[in-house]
């Protein structure tokens, strides 16, 4: 039989909506070997702070500065404009409450950096994180990460139980917007919480796609597709190209390879794929770029693989996966920002073109929408 990913999901969060905190700490124990308080205490910040070495700090301060060099340019201004004396547009709010789920099989700070340093440059005044405790204690580097942007309220949760915490305010106050990647759990929790919360994408496990021709260096691209199966095993690796040789030479475990006639069917196999990252390594990489339509997120050149965005580049690396780039994109400043539109129009606009209002209404059979048009002197 099938393992049901979404009724096994289902079933954890049924329970953890109907029995609260009880449920929670049962999972907790369960998946992550962890009974005791969830809220981490200022001691262990501190204790977090004297572990890591002064080299370390200045990796993470400087990696922050280049992820918020390059979010900073995101940040759009309200967009209004005047017409006939009324005034209409767009304005942008943060979200005020946010969740940040930091995975924690293998603690990934950097995830960390990647989803706060945004909120803070949106506004976002309440933050919470969430990672799963491993033998009780949270990972000392996610705990600088939280210290240095200024979170306090950071959780000792993982998994299906984290999301559903967070999601119906169990343990802490309610969400209003989960962000940040995950397992297979974890993706499917967020995608079943979403309506009771926001959410940010599907950001599940890992994914490359690399389209290569003869001309690249077998060894880097290799070493890439690797790069993204080490996460787990429901990490995803393909190969598009149109060396043969190149093929053979990459054709490992768990790696797809699939050889193409052309680049421009390498290119239409990536659209059907939609992968989480596209590395393009081909002679005229910018060439390829036009014919990519499902992606997260597109690298080109030797000097582009993947690691160096998951880490340094400063863009940024939660991405839709699992064919969500379909549909879903990166995370950005907006994301986590609300759009609410604004209008105060004159008299003299509204009085010259209510007719179609009240038009409209007649035809949808709204009496009191006509009236509330008509009303007015
Ligand atoms: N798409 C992106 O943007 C992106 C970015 C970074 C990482 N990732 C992915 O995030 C994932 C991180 O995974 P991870 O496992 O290291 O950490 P995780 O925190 O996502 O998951 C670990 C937790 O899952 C829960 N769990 C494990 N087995 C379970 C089971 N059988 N039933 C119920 N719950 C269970 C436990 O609570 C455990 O603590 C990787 O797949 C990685 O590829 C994706
Ligand atoms: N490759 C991941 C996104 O899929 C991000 C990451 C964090 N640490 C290492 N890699
Ligand atoms: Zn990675």
Redesign the pocket.
């Known amino acids: 039989m099938t393992f049901d990913l979404e009724k ?2 289902g079933e ?1 969060l049924k329970d953890i909506r109907e029995r609260g905190i009880e449920a929670v700490r049962e ?2 124990r369960k ?2 070997g962890y009974d005791g308080e969830f809220l981490v205490r200022e001691e262990e910040f501190e204790e977090a702070e004297r572990l890591i070495p002064e080299e370390d700090k200045q990796v993470i301060a400087r990696t922050i500065e280049r992820v918020r060099k390059y979010h900073e340019k995101q940040l759009e201004n309200d967009k209004l404009y005047i017409k006939n004396a009324s005034l209409y547009g767009i304005i942008y709010k943060p979200i005020r409450r946010i969740g940040i ?8 700070p950097s ?1 960390l950096i ?1 989803a706060g340093v945004p909120a803070k440059i949106a506004g976002v005044r309440e933050i919470v994180v969430t ?2 405790p491993k033998e009780g204690k949270v990972n000392p580097y996610v705990l600088y990460v939280a210290k240095l942007l200024g979170i306090k309220e950071v959780y000792k949760l ?5 999301i559903g915490a967070m999601a119906y305010g169990i343990g802490m106050k309610k969400v209003d917007k989960i962000f940040g ?6 993706n499917e929790a967020k995608r079943q919480v979403f309506g009771a919360v926001g959410i940010d994408s599907l ?5 490359i796609a690399v389209i290569a021709d003869e001309s690249a260096n077998k060894d880097y691209v290799l070493a890439d597709l690797l790069s ?1 199966l080490e ?2 095993k ?2 995803k690796a393909w190969l598009l190209t149109t060396s043969k040789e190149l093929a053979e030479y990459c054709n490992k475990e768990g790696v797809e390879v699939v050889l193409c006639e052309s680049l421009e069917e390498c290119a239409e196999k990536v659209n059907e794929i939609a992968p ?1 990252h596209l590395e393009i390594l081909t002679k005229e990489p910018l060439k390829l770029v036009d014919l990519i339509e499902n992606a ?1 997120a597109i690298y080109l050149g030797e000097y582009t693989p993947v690691p160096a965005a ?1 880490y340094f580049l400063g863009v940024n ?5 699992g064919g969500a780039a379909k549909f879903g994109s990166v ?1 950005t400043v907006m994301d986590f920002m609300k759009r609410i539109s604004l209008a105060y129009v004159s008299r003299e606009e509204f009085l010259q073109e209510r007719y179609l209002g009240i038009r409209l209404a007649e035809i949808e059979g709204m009496e009191q929408h006509k009236r509330s048009m008509e009303i007015r002197r």
């Open positions: 096994y999901v954890v999972y907790s998946f992550d789920y930091v995975p924690g099989g293998k603690p990934l995830s990647m990672i799963p993982g998994g299906i139980q984290a990647p995950g397992n297979k759990f974890v950001a599940g496990p890992s994914e993204q996460h787990g429901d990490s989480e997260g998951d690396h939660v991405l839709p996966t995370l």
